[in-house]
Structures are given as C-alpha cells and as structure tokens.
C-alpha cells in the first residue's frame, strides 16, 4: 500500500513538473519572440539594425549574470531571481526611455530647421532643394528623419506620403503642425515662408513652457524616486545591523509576503505621483 503510494505521489509530481516545464518553454518562446519583434522595431527607429538574436542572446547573459551575481551576494534565491527578472525586462524600459528623450530631441531641433527653412523660401528657393541643404547641415535626430523623407522621395514616394511616413515614426506635436503645413502649401500653395515663421515661434514658446513645467514638476518626480528607495535602503541597512531579525523578513512565507505588499504599495505610490507630475503641454 505505501509503494503505490508512493508510486502515485512520484507520477504526480513527474505529471506536474511536465506541465510546468512545457508552460515554462511556451511562456520563454513567447517573450523571445515577442522581444526579438520589438527590438527590431525599435531599433530601426533609431536607424540601427542589428541581429535581434544577438541582442536576445546578450540579454540571457547579462540576467544569468546578474542572477549569479546577487545570490553569491545575499545568499537568496529569491532576490537573485527578483533582480534577474528585472534584468530580462530592464531592456524594453530602456528603449522606451531612449526613444523618448529621441522625440524630446527632435522637437528642440525642430525650431530651428522650420526658421531656416522659412529663409531659404524667402530667399527664392524651393521647399525641396532648401530642405536637402537644410537637412545635410542639421544634427540628428532630424537629419536621419528628414533625410528618410528626401530618400524615399527618390525612390518614388510622393511628398505628401513621406510627411505622412515621418508623422508616423514621430508622432509628435510640432512634428503635425509642421507635417501639415508642408502638405497644404504642396497641395494649395501659399505663402509658406509666413507659415513657418509663425510655426517656429510657436514651437519655441511650447518648448519654454515645457520646460518651465519640467523645472517644476522636478521635485516631485525626484520625490518619488526618493520615498521609493527609503525602505529599500533601510531594510538593507537593518539587514546588516541585525540580520537574525531580519530573517524572518527573507526566509518566512509570512515576511514574502510583507515584501510583496511593500513591493506592490511602492509601485502604486511612484505611479499616481508620476502621473500627479505629468503635466502635457
């Protein structure tokens, strides 16, 4: 009676572990597949084209090395996998932040290249000749988007379907107003010299009001991250101080479950206070 017992606990585990593994193997091949797609999304958005399984492969490296790494340093498996997951999905927020502050330097630059192009019109010359000498002079981002438009022009795309193509890769305010402007002064004419000296003036006063909300709203955003850390650090301070209390914060169900809720209450504080400070202009 105890070996069928037996024998029935160890096909039962057998028949779970199977299952997880094969969840475990369909959820990895997902988010393999799901990053390699994204990566090389994004990246062609930055004008690099890379191996996706190269970036896949150097992402694995880097999470089993920081793995390793925190357990050799704490000792627990739990917060070596913490901070490997972070590692696995820390990539993605990086890319999303990069493009980001890519779209806040293409509107800086954008000012600049409208009045210059306002000149260049009043000066006699044409939307497209300005716009290639423009262009060749500016810095980048706005050079490697505004030079796709002029490329895909020469291969056959009208003007207006380029614009429409850098709306779509910027998909910004100023990048529409001045989109736009460049559509209807191709499509009606006009006086677009005007336009675009309104346009840039616009566009300063917009980047001057941004930043003096930025300058503002700094505080809290530096608040957050600062109320954020506090437990982190105290609970690590405390940690060296008295470790035997603290074990039962890392070695009970009880404490995970106290560093989950603090974990959870700490995420939910940092988004309602960054969406407290995010203020669209």
């Known amino acids: 009676m105890v070996i069928i017992f037996l024998c029935s606990i160890a096909v039962l585990v057998a028949v779970v572990s199977w299952f997880l593994q094969k969840s475990f193997v369909q959820v990895y091949a997902r988010y393999r597949a799901a990053f390699k797609k994204e990566a090389t999304l994004r990246m062609s958005e930055f004008f690099l084209f890379l191996d996706p399984a190269q970036l896949w492969f150097a992402n ?65 010359s044409g939307v497209h000749s300005a716009l290639r ?56 004419g006009g006086s677009l010299a005007e336009t675009l000296e309104r346009i840039a003036v616009t566009l300063r006063a917009r980047l001057h009001l941004l930043g003096r909300v930025r300058a503002l709203t700094s505080q809290g955003r530096m608040q957050a991250w600062v109320m954020a850390c506090l437990p982190v650090a105290l609970g690590l301070v405390l940690n060296q101080l008295d470790p035997e209390s603290m074990k039962a914060l890392w070695q009970t169900s009880m404490g995970w479950i106290v560093l989950a809720i603090i974990a959870g209450l700490e995420l939910l504080g940092i988004f309602f206070i960054r969406r407290i400070v995010n203020i669209q202009v």
Do not use: N
């Not at 490997?84 to 502050?101: D, E, M, S």
């Not at 022009?153 to 709306?167: I, P």
């Open 60 to 124: 694995v490296v880097v999470c089993a090395l920081v793995l390793a790494l925190f357990y050799i340093a704490s000792g627990s498996i739990w917060i070596s996998v913490a901070a490997g997951t972070l590692a696995l999905v820390a990539p993605q927020y990086t890319i999303k932040r990069l493009k980001r502050r890519r779209l806040q330097h293409f509107d800086e630059q954008l000012p600049d290249l409208v009045q210059a192009l306002a000149g260049a019109l009043r000066a006699g």
């Open 133 to 188: 000498h423009i262009v060749a002079q500016a810095p980048a981002p706005l050079t490697q988007e505004f030079g796709l438009v002029l490329r895909e022009q020469r291969m056959g795309v009208s003007f207006e379907q380029a614009l429409a193509h850098l709306y779509q890769r910027v998909p910004t305010e100023g990048a529409g107003l001045v989109v736009s402007s460049l559509k209807i002064a191709a499509q009606s």
